[in-house]
Each structure stands twice: as structure tokens, then as C-alpha cells.
T-cell receptor, first 113, second 111 residues
Framework: GDSVTQMEGPVTLSEEAFLTINCTYT??????LFWYVQYPGEGLQLLLK?????DKGSNKGFEATYRKETTSFHLEKGSVQVSDSAVYFC????????????FGTGTSLTVIP | DVKVTQSSRYLVKRTGEKVFLECVQD?????MFWYRQDPGLGLRLIYF???????EKGDIPEGYSVSREKKERFSLILESASTNQTSMYLC??????????FGPGTRLTVL
């Protein structure tokens, strides 16, 4: 079945450091891929998405490229800020599974000044 | 912007009580979902609905039921709350083949 595996946390970085959070997926067909972010005490917000191979999603300085050959969708940011401290979830969706989403377990990021 | 609201941010109930969690979306989305979120386990799907009066079981439906009488409202019901149902509950809505939009969550504590 479909699934998402993402990097275990927690991750702690200094401000302005480079961020990578790894995400790989297993899917039968051609899924759409997503990154969501959850700030403390809040629900999940869409950060970025990509719907087909080689697409790059980007938002707020974050980027992720849909790599079909490596079944990956790694999240990157060149220079993190304290305000980026949150939990990040990778997810996939395939239409034929009834629009269900499959989420990774989340990666907690803390950015220190 | 899509808005998904949940009836309570924090809720404390006693074992055996019947608990209702309400979710409302304002974008006429067909699909709605209930998840629970627990540390180390990520999000687990409880139930989802793709239309009024339609429902499908997710991965962990035991101990829960749902109701969708109107398109904008999706209710999660804990028939007899137990301590192992203490969790964060997240509601989401989605258009067909599109992005899921989440509410702020309800943190339920069962004593």
C-alpha cells in the first residue's frame, strides 16, 4: 500500500543554517506530494505541493522537488529562521484510493538564535 | 481562503461520557476527514466522508462514529469515551483531487 517515510527528528539548527528534511514514498500510481507545517498549538497548514514528476513546489523560501526515479520529495531551505520552528509533515495523495492522504510521522524542527 | 473550524480547542471529559466533536468548512468541499494525532505516531485517519450521509472507515475507526447531515458539517462522536482516546483531533476538508485544509485541532483529555 501507499506510505510515506520521513526523517526522524528532532532536528535542531542554528539560525541561517541550511535545512534538509528527507521524505521518501511508496505509491502504486502517480501521487501528488505535499509538505505541511504545524506550528505549536495549531492545525496543519499546507506549505507546498507538487503534482507530477520533476515539479518543484516552493513557498516561504522552502522548496521540494518531486523525484520519481528516487521516489523522494525532500524539503530544503537555504537559511532557516527562528520562526521556522515547527513540525513538518510529508504526505501523498492518490485519486484512486478515494482521495485519502498518507502522512509521514512528522519531523520536529527547532531553530536557535 | 478556506476556513475549517472546530467547535472546541480544548475539551476535558470523563470516562464513559458521550463526546461530540464538530467541524465546519465554508468552501463547499465534498470530502471531509477526521484524524487523531499522537506523539510518534503522526496522523491517523479515523473516518472520512465524500458526500452528505456518506462515510468510510479509516485506519482506526474503533470506538468512534461520524455524522454528515449537511455538506459543511462533519461530526466525530465518541460513544463512550475512554482514557486511550485522549489525543489531538484534527478535521480537514478537501475538494476532489486537491489539497487538504485543516482546522486548528481539538485537544481532548479523557479522565
Amino acid at each position: 500500500g501507499d506510505s510515506v517515510t520521513q526523517m526522524e527528528g528532532p532536528v535542531t539548527l542554528s539560525e541561517e543554517a541550511f535545512l534538509t528534511i528527507n521524505c521518501t514514498y511508496t505509491a502504486t500510481g502517480y501521487p501528488s506530494l505535499f509538505w505541511y507545517v504545524q506550528y505549536p498549538g495549531e492545525g496543519l497548514q499546507l506549505l507546498l505541493k507538487a503534482t507530477k514528476a520533476d515539479d518543484k513546489g516552493s513557498n516561504k523560501g522552502f522548496e521540494a522537488t518531486y523525484r520519481k526515479e528516487t521516489t523522494s520529495f525532500h524539503l530544503e531551505k537555504g537559511s532557516v529562521q527562528v520562526s521556522d520552528s515547527a513540525v513538518y509533515f510529508c504526505a501523498l495523495s492518490e485519486w484512486y484510493t478515494g482521495n485519502q492522504f498518507y502522512f509521514g510521522t512528522g519531523t520536529s524542527l527547532t531553530v536557535i538564535p | 481562503d478556506v476556513k475549517v473550524t472546530q467547535s472546541s480547542r480544548y475539551l476535558v471529559k470523563r470516562t464513559g461520557e458521550k463526546v461530540f466533536l464538530e467541524c465546519v468548512q465554508d468552501m463547499d468541499h465534498e470530502n471531509m476527514f477526521w484524524y487523531r494525532q499522537d506523539p510518534g505516531l503522526g496522523l491517523r485517519l479515523i473516518y472520512f466522508s465524500y458526500d452528505v450521509k456518506m462515510k468510510e472507515k479509516g485506519d482506526i475507526p474503533e470506538g468512534y462514529s461520524v455524522s454528515r447531515e449537511k455538506k459543511e458539517r462533519f461530526s466525530l462522536i465518541l460513544e463512550s469515551a475512554s482514557t486511550n482516546q485522549t489525543s489531538m483531533y484534527l478535521c480537514a476538508s478537501m475538494e476532489r483531487r486537491n489539497t487538504q485544509y485543516f482546522g486548528p485541532g481539538t485537544r481532548l483529555t479523557v479522565l
